[in-house]
């Protein structure tokens, strides 16, 4: 490398990232629009079929359905994430002894593999056998049917997703709040505030940036779904649990459709960023 | 006082409800069939025939060994490939600099649903389907490891560079020898991302592995679970859990502190 000329070496240091990002990134974009003109089974030569696609996709309604399982996932997900993850996050941010021990704790779920917690959480909300029904049990509280109800069975999913993500929630909202100046709760204090108002005037508006921050990581972690629902439900019962990445997956490697699996995938992706660029501005706002 | 016992009451309970289900399991994993419905810290009739069952009917050694090299491989590539790209967007004037800086913002934003079935097709046809190369090929790149570099090098001295230079050291040699021990924190949050999504993640193995020899840990403890061969015994599904999570866990004891740095790095980004 000492040899080549100084003009050159940064153009050999990027070539690498350079091609990587063209077969791994730039021809898969170009490629899968290509796709979604096409019938495919991967075997046989490929069929364009121009924007049947397309049309297939406006009028199918287990796609639409599995978006609706998404939103309804995002629905009880999001709220859910942010009030426990605020709490917490607002408890810890004093002079607390034992925090690190919290904190590892609350984190725990974080680091571990969706596909554990799954089986893990599959047990817990047995009908039965399950640990929360009988706790429920214990305090006289009827039995709720987690996984067997189509009404149910996704808000348990959701239920768990929170469970799993809040502790990195907690810590993003811990490095927040201790951006708030100390100046402004005495200021507040001198005011006489209550400890409400306090969190709803001063620490809220504060911490804005890091619940859009929530808000959109939970919402691109929730338009991934896949693995829970796969090995919980496979997304039964009645479909209730069917998520957007679970049916792409169904359509490409259960029936082989990779043009229509491709045209799900970009329509998706494509809806995702538009529902991230529409949070960002609400936020801007 | 009273407030402050409720503090501590709720963290506590909170605390409980993360901890306590992880304890369980384990718990349950040593437990006969007929015991795991109890809500016991301790296995009822304790017995290692659920851990005997998982080996006996899936190769999860093998996986194990698989994800090991899998996830050694990729996240040594992810280290000198990122060092490299960041030390020319942090220290290297060149034309095309913003093309990269562009490439790299895209390639975080874009959803991966987009390229999921293409980059499928790839690998078929690449002829890499159950092999390593599907498993490490498409990772050894990160556009966030790239930027961390980045980030990490603009915050050094020039004069460091300089010195190396009139010493004749070359630039793989300044990248490596001189830049890259200085920001030992970045490589630390790197290693454990990269580590943490190749150990944790299933999807694309599921997609481009059907070979059971090849099949990583997670994949291989999905498929268990959801097949047949766990004989909808409760048991020996948790006891293929356990193992699964056994290393993260350990690892998580060690280097907590770090873990959760790191981790927390990541949701930063935005």
Same mark, same amino acid.
């Given at each position: 490398?000492?040899?080549?000329?100084?003009?050159?070496?940064?153009?050999?240091?990027?070539?690498?990232?350079?091609?990587?990002?063209?077969?791994?990134?730039?021809?898969?974009?170009?490629?899968?629009?290509?796709?979604?003109?096409?019938?495919?089974?991967?075997?046989?030569?490929?069929?364009?079929?121009?924007?049947?696609?397309?049309?297939?996709?406006?009028?199918?309604?287990?796609?639409?359905?599995?978006?609706?399982?998404?939103?309804?996932?995002?629905?009880?997900?999001?709220?859910?994430?942010i009030?426990?993850?605020?709490?917490?996050?607002?408890?810890?941010?004093?002079?607390?002894?034992?925090?690190?021990?919290?904190?590892?704790?609350?984190?725990?779920?974080?680091?571990?593999?969706?596909?554990?917690?799954?089986?893990?959480?599959?047990?817990?909300?047995?009908?039965?056998?399950?640990?929360?029904?009988?706790?429920?049990?214990?305090?006289?509280?009827?039995?709720?049917?987690?996984?067997?109800?189509?009404?149910?069975?996704?808000?348990?999913?959701?239920?768990?997703?929170?469970?799993?993500?809040?502790?990195?929630y907690?810590?993003l909202f811990?490095v927040g709040?201790?951006?708030?100046?100390?100046?402004?709760?005495?200021?507040?204090?001198?005011?006489?505030?209550?400890?409400?108002?306090?969190?709803?005037?001063?620490?809220?508006?504060?911490i804005n940036p890091t619940i859009f921050m929530v808000v959109v990581l939970s919402t691109?972690?929730?338009?991934?779904?896949?693995?829970?629902?796969?090995?919980?439900?496979?997304?039964?019962?009645?479909?209730?649990?069917?998520?957007?990445?679970?049916?792409?997956?169904?359509?490409?490697?259960?029936?082989?459709?990779?043009?229509?699996?491709?045209?799900?995938?970009?329509?998706?992706?494509?809806?995702?960023?538009?529902?991230?660029?529409?949070q960002k501005?609400?936020v801007?706002? | 006082?009273?407030?402050?016992?409720?503090?501590?009451?709720?963290?506590?309970?909170?605390?409980?409800?993360?901890?306590?289900?992880?304890?369980?399991?384990?718990?349950?994993?040593?437990?006969?069939?007929?015991?795991?419905?109890?809500?016991? @810290?301790? $296995?009822?009739?304790? +017995?290692?025939?659920?851990?005997?069952? *998982?080996?006996?009917?899936?190769? %999860?050694?093998?996986? !194990?060994?698989?994800?090991?090299?899998?996830?050694?491989?990729?996240?040594?590539?992810?280290?000198?490939?990122?060092?490299?790209?960041?030390?020319?967007?942090?220290?290297?004037?060149?034309?095309?600099?913003?093309?990269?800086?562009?490439?790299?913002?895209?390639?975080?934003?874009?959803?991966?649903?987009?390229? @999921?079935? $293409?980059?499928?097709? +790839?690998?078929?046809?690449?002829?890499? *389907?159950?092999?390593?190369?599907? %498993?490490?090929?498409? !990772?050894?790149?990160?556009?966030?490891?790239?930027?961390?570099?980045?980030?990490?090098?603009?915050?050094?001295?020039?004069?460091?560079?300089?010195?190396?230079?009139?010493?004749?050291?070359?630039?793989?040699?300044?990248?490596?020898?001189?830049?890259?021990?200085?920001?030992?924190?970045?490589?630390?949050?790197?290693?454990?991302?990269?580590?943490?999504?190749?150990?944790?993640?299933?999807?694309?193995?599921?997609?481009?592995?059907?070979?059971?020899?090849?099949?990583?840990?997670?994949?291989?403890?999905?498929?268990?679970?959801?097949?047949?061969?766990?004989?909808?015994?409760?048991?020996?599904?948790?006891?293929?859990?356990?193992?699964?999570?056994?290393?993260?866990?350990?690892?998580?004891?060690?280097?907590?502190?770090?873990?959760?740095?790191?981790?927390?790095?990541?949701g930063l980004k935005d």
């Open positions: 490398m000492k040899l080549t000329s100084k003009r050159l070496t940064p153009y050999i240091l990027i070539t690498p990232y350079l091609l990587h990002v063209a077969v791994f990134v730039l021809f898969p974009v170009a490629f899968s629009i290509v796709l979604t003109f096409h019938s495919w089974n991967i075997i046989s030569p490929m069929k364009y079929v121009g924007l049947d696609n397309y049309a297939h996709l406006l009028k199918d309604r287990l796609f639409w359905q599995s978006l609706w399982n998404t939103v309804r996932f995002l629905l009880v997900h999001i709220p859910l994430q009030v426990v993850a605020l709490a917490l996050a607002e408890f810890l941010n004093g002079p607390i002894r034992g925090r690190a021990f919290f904190r590892a704790s609350f984190f725990l779920p974080v680091i571990v593999s969706g596909v554990v917690v799954t089986i893990l959480w599959q047990q817990l909300l047995g009908f039965n056998a399950g640990m929360i029904n009988k706790v429920l049990t214990g305090m006289s509280i009827p039995k709720v049917p987690w996984l067997e109800s189509p009404d149910v069975a996704m808000y348990a999913i959701a239920l768990m997703a929170t469970w799993k993500n809040v502790g990195l907690i810590i811990l709040l201790q951006t708030v100046p100390m100046q402004y709760y005495e200021a507040a204090d001198l005011e006489g505030a209550t400890r409400w108002q306090k969190f709803r005037y001063v620490t809220l508006p504060m691109i972690g929730g338009f991934s779904l896949f693995i829970e629902p796969y090995i919980m439900t496979e997304g039964g019962p009645l479909n209730s649990t069917l998520s957007a990445v679970m049916y792409i997956y169904r359509q490409a490697f259960q029936y082989y459709h990779m043009g229509y699996s491709a045209t799900l995938g970009f329509f998706f992706a494509l809806l995702i960023l538009a529902v991230v660029a529409v501005k609400y801007e706002e | 006082m009273i407030r402050k016992i409720a503090v501590y009451l709720l963290l506590t309970l909170a605390a409980l409800s993360f901890l306590y289900p992880f304890v369980w399991m384990v718990s349950a994993s040593l437990s006969s069939e007929a015991g795991i419905g109890s809500l016991r @810290l301790l $296995p009822v009739e304790f +017995t290692w025939q659920n851990y005997l069952t *998982v080996f006996d009917r899936i190769p %999860l050694g093998r996986a !194990f060994l698989n994800s090991v090299i899998v996830v050694t491989i990729t996240t040594s590539l992810v280290l000198v490939l990122g060092a490299l790209v960041g030390y020319a967007l942090a220290r290297l004037e060149f034309k095309g600099k913003q093309l990269v800086f562009f490439l790299i913002i895209f390639t975080m934003t874009l959803p991966f649903q987009i390229t @999921l079935i $293409p980059n499928y097709i +790839t690998m078929v046809r690449l002829g890499w *389907v159950d092999t390593y190369l599907a %498993l490490i090929v498409p !990772f050894v790149m990160n556009s966030f490891a790239i930027l961390l570099f980045r980030q990490a090098f603009m915050g050094l001295p020039q004069a460091l560079i300089d010195a190396a230079r009139m010493d004749g050291a070359g630039e793989l040699r300044i990248i490596f020898q001189i830049l890259v021990p200085n920001v030992l924190p970045t490589v630390v949050t790197i290693t454990i991302l990269t580590f943490m999504g190749l150990w944790n993640d299933a999807l694309w193995p599921l997609i481009v592995i059907r070979n059971e020899q090849t099949m990583t840990m997670p994949q291989l403890v999905t498929l268990f679970s959801v097949g047949g061969r766990a004989d909808a015994q409760l048991g020996v599904k948790i006891a293929a859990a356990v193992m699964l999570a056994v290393p993260v866990i350990l690892l998580y004891l060690f280097f907590q502190k770090h873990f959760i740095r790191s981790m927390a790095s990541s």
